[in-house]
């Protein structure tokens, strides 16, 4: 029995340790706005939160996210950078398929929380989300726009 | 509508069935109090100003369409579905234009398997994709709406006891405006799903359009700015178990045994361990613990059966057989005057030869289906799709039931780009249905990325010749094309569908149909079959995905050679036709004015640029692209695009639609290549098969030009033109010609 904090609350779940977080959000927590692309850290679509930290969930163990806080996309809206990311991707319009998206709002929120005004040197280092939209001049307009609400 | 895969599609549509689990079922379940989808005999408007025969067949059908609930929610079923191309709003815009309502109170869901939703090809067929779905719906949501608006005002009309004449609309109610009556559509909508939709409803004049033509929003941004939306692969249902499949590491290969069979079985979670044709599944309580078994699986391998690939085959093999076929008589899929004759006379002749690699969808969403048989015979299948008939009818056979027994949910696509058509052994609803019948469960497949890649119906590999004949003066008199290979509309469709002459489209379009006019021409096809344990699919932009760089690339080496500027020489090769005339203007004007370079660019790079032209699912589209080489490697800078797609309907919509299609026409470009080794794909995940990132991902500038010519599709044509513009480019500033994609494996000397 694993003990992990996900959006504030606690969850008690049963399953391997080495389970990837990915997959325990999505399956033992029904937490699905967490995405699957690639399983190996390639495509962040499974970005989730760990203590702050922008993280792929697919590559990381359930066991070392007991006892750090988790946020996925379904609290975005609670945390006070991550609301404004998402006004901003709604202005931008950012998403087109949106399967990507939930990792890439919760890149730019772990962005944005540390990096207020980022520059594109900055945007290119921790937003190597992949999206087969090609969204990517909407996704850096929107953190524009975002930053200009921090 | 025009086109080879619209007339594939629509020779091949299932039969319709009278369906027994009907929408209606679905509609009334949803609440009270609305348009009750009673039978109101189909009749069939024409299209205001449209010929004879050109009968919208299914636009007096608007009980099966909308359903507008007392709170004033309009629910639409759309025929086409929601991929990130943001065809539910550009439905709902049109609808909402005649139907006198705010675009915002729409709900919109993809619509079940059935005739009623056969909008396309005179209301015979039925797909996602072709970038057909509002070109080949205009029509039919126009009159719908007004169909249903004049129903509304009718039933206010008898509620009222006034004349319908007397009566308005205002978004969202009926109006009187002498008494200042209101009647919101919720309201009357009960009243007026019981009476007849009229013939031929009055068509709002377009020049006081308020919702088409308007940059209005998507929808469903929010929800998928915050993880709201359900994919087919977030789908649950209760009881239901999961599974995770390998397939057969060659294609063809069957599952003799599952050596290890008892281990799996006692591992965590586990249920089942299944045989299926070409793999092996777990069943587990879930997917995670049903891949870690069956990564664990040890499996005989045997017995060839079904689609076979052959043991020593690469990509190197297949362009083999394509280059030996060089030479050979084709069929005649374009011809104008005697090229042969005309090339015997030529003072100069040009000759080329390109060709393009296997490409995998790589749509961000992993393919799924979950199956659930019920306790009434009937049986649910979620599965992401582009075209539901289709499904429907590979669902029966799998199952072995009828398929007015089977109801086909169809979420929104994670990307599609043309993955998620009925492909054989590239889909997995047959791998679920087979699950769910031998455990008398519900199940969801879900297939790692690894084994998607192995399983993709891929961009055909292609190959094409090309030869110009010039006189002493460098004008072309005689050019040749010749496309070879093997399409998905042939694999798919059957050679008996290719027409007389067999031309496959999928695989000729874009050396065909191109504006440019030659003295004389002669376009041909030589049909070379890939190997059946390839599966081949339609992948965005289709034929012109390789087709237009082939050309436009070659265009380039004819102007090379005669001293021309390639912009210069399409304008004169286009002398003919204002519309393509305009279009190379715009997207020189658009990029500050053709120059091609090289020259210095202000952060000290030597730049240059190429221009393309594509006329792909009747728009027309010029591309300028800006490069720099760095490392021996292409940096693209700028991309400028005009696009005619005749109308519009939501130009914000269409620019995002050009960026998207021109992003991943450029990644194409560079990186995309499915890998074989000894039969096996090697290429199985993102680290192998690259994709375009943000690091090379260019600034993108759109024009849009509404010529008023018949409309064209917007999904696609932002695609073919951008691989040769990059490779034009790249001639232009190292002098080094690109006859092969992806350039990432061509080293670039510095310039
Ligand atoms: S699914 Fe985790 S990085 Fe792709
Ligand atoms: S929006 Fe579709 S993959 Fe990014």
Known sequence: MLELNVNGTVHRVEVEPDTPLLWVLREQLGLTGTKYGCGVAQCGACTVLVDGQATRSCSFPVEAAVGQPITTIEAIETHPVGAKVVEAWVTAQAPQCGYCQSGQVMAATALLATTPKPTPEDVQAAMTNICRCGTYNAVAHAITLAGEQL | ?751
């Open chain 2, 1 to 751: 509508m025009e086109g080879p895969l619209a007339a594939a599609f629509s020779a091949a549509m299932p039969a319709g069935r009278p369906v027994n689990v009907s929408r209606r079922g679905m509609f009334a379940a949803a609440g009270a109090g609305l348009f009750l989808g009673l039978a109101i005999p189909g009749r069939a408007p024409r299209a205001q100003g449209a010929p004879p025969g050109a009968a919208l067949r299914h636009a007096g059908k608007v009980t099966a369409y909308l359903r507008i609930a007392p709170d004033g929610k309009i629910h639409l079923q759309n025929p086409f579905v929601e991929g990130g191309q943001g065809i539910d709003s550009a439905v709902a815009q049109i609808v909402a234009e005649e139907l006198d309502a705010p675009p915002a109170d729409f709900i919109v869901t993809c619509a079940p398997p059935g005739e009623d939703f056969r909008v396309m090809q005179g209301g015979n067929a039925r797909f996602t994709g072709g970038s057909f779905s509002v070109r080949s719906s205009f029509a039919h949501f126009r009159t719908l709406g007004a169909a249903a608006r004049a129903m509304l005002i009718e039933a206010a009309a008898e509620r009222l006891a006034l004349p319908a004449a007397s009566l308005s609309t205002e978004p969202g109610r009926v109006i009187h405006t002498e008494s200042g009556r209101a009647i919101p559509y919720g309201e009357l909508a009960m009243a007026a799903a019981a009476l007849t939709p009229p013939d031929n409803p009055p068509l709002r004049d377009p020049t006081t359009y308020r919702f088409i033509g308007r940059p209005l929003p998507r929808f469903d941004v929010r929800a998928k700015s915050t993880g709201k939306i359900t994919y087919a692969i977030d789908v649950k249902v209760d009881g239901m178990l999961l599974a995770a499949v390998v397939h057969a590491p060659r294609a063809g290969a069957q599952p003799a045994a599952v050596t290890n069979e008892a281990a799996l079985r006692a591992m965590p979670g586990v249920h089942s361990v299944h045989r299926l044709p070409g793999a092996v599944a777990v069943v587990a309580d879930t997917w995670w613990r049903a891949k870690t078994a069956v990564a664990q699986a040890q499996i005989a391998w045997q017995a060839l059966q079904g689609p076979v690939m052959d043991a020593d085959f690469t990509a190197e093999t297949m362009l083999g057989r394509l280059k030996a076929a060089a030479g050979t008589h084709g069929n005649t899929a374009e011809e104008a005057g005697d090229a042969a004759v005309a090339l015997t006379t030529a003072a100069r002749v040009i000759e080329a030869e390109y060709d393009a690699p296997y490409l995998a969808h790589a749509q961000m969403e992993p393919p799924s289906a979950t199956a659930r048989f019920n306790a009434d015979g009937t049986l649910d299948v979620w599965v992401p799709n582009q075209a539901p008939d289709f499904f429907q009818a590979s669902a029966a056979r799998a199952a072995g039931i009828e398929a007015a027994k089977i109801r086909i949910h169809s979420p929104p696509l994670g990307g599609f780009f043309g993955r998620h058509f009925a492909y054989g052994a590239a889909n997995a609803h047959p791998q679920a249905i087979l699950l769910a019948k031998a455990t008398s469960r519900p199940v969801k497949v879900i297939w790692s990325r690894e084994e998607e890649f192995a399983r993709d119906a891929y961009r055909p590999l292609s190959y094409a010749t090309f030869r110009a004949g010039l006189d002493a003066s460098g004008d072309i008199v005689a050019f040749q094309a010749a496309g070879y290979g093997e399409g998905p509309i042939t694999r798919h469709f059957g050679a008996a569908r290719l027409g007389n002459p067999p031309i496959d489209g999928s695989i000729m379009e874009g050396l065909t149909g191109k504006p440019y006019r030659f003295a004389t021409k002669r376009v041909e096809f030589i049909p070379v079959p890939h190997p059946p344990g390839v599966n081949l699919g339609f992948w965005r932009s289709v034929g012109h995905s390789m087709n237009d760089f082939f050309f436009e690339s070659f265009l380039d080496e004819v102007a090379a050679a005669t001293g021309r500027d390639p912009y210069e020489m399409r304008l004169a090769l286009v002398a003919h036709s204002e519309r393509h005339k305009a279009l190379l203007n715009a997207v020189a004007g658009l990029s500050g004015g053709w120059r091609r370079g090289p020259y210095d660019a202000p952060d000290g790079t030597r730049r240059a640029r190429g221009v393309a032209m594509a006329s792909p699912f009747g728009s027309e589209v010029a591309t300028i692209a800006e490069v720099s080489v760095s490392d021996g490697e292409v940096m693209v800078h700028d991309l400028w695009v005009a696009i005619d797609p005749g109308r519009v309907v939501n130009p914000r919509t269409i620019e995002e639609q050009v960026q998207s299609a021109a992003a991943i026409g450029l990644s194409s470009a560079l990186f995309e290549e499915i890998g074989f080794e000894r039969g096996e794909v090697t290429t199985r995940n993102f680290d192998t098969y690259r994709v375009l990132r943000r690091d090379r991902m260019p600034r993108v500038r759109v024009a849009i030009i509404e010529s008023g010519a018949p409309m064209g599709g917007v999904g696609e044509p932002g695609t073919p033109g951008v691989p040769p513009a990059v490779a034009n480019a790249v001639f232009a500033l190292t002098g080094q010609r690109l006859r092969s994609m992806p350039f990432g494996r061509t080293r670039l000397s510095g310039a």
